[in-house]
């Protein structure tokens, strides 16, 4: 698995170690929590976005949802996040 040189980088200096988590599954809620908690310091709030959100229909019925800044500096890179969820059969 390739991980980026800069990602690595973040890891060390933000988290201080990489964020392996396991255990009982009370071990990772903590585990994630705690490293969400490093990692939301590095961003502003989430209610300070401003964003246009909009849902789309596809021809097949798949909802889409995208959010995009109201306000995009030139060149700025712009953080992708996909969620795909499945209906159980």
């Known amino acids: 698995m390739y991980i980026s040189e800069e990602w690595l980088a ?3 200096e933000v ?3 990489r964020p392996l988590i396991s255990g009982s599954v009370d071990e990772v809620r903590a585990a994630y929590q705690e490293t969400s908690e490093m990692l939301a310091q590095l ?3 989430i209610d ?3 964003v246009v959100d ?3 229909v596809t021809d ?3 909802a889409i949802r995208v959010y995009t800044p109201s306000k995009i500096e030139s060149g700025a890179k712009l953080p992708v ?3 795909s969820v499945h209906p159980s059969s």
Do not use: M, N, T
């Open 10 to 12: 973040l890891e060390k």
């Open 48 to 50: 300070s976005y401003q």
């Open 43 to 45: 961003y502003p709030a």
């Open 54 to 56: 909009r849902k789309e």
């Open 60 to 62: 097949s019925g798949i």
């Open 81 to 83: 996040g996909v969620l």
């Open 15 to 17: 988290l201080g170690r």
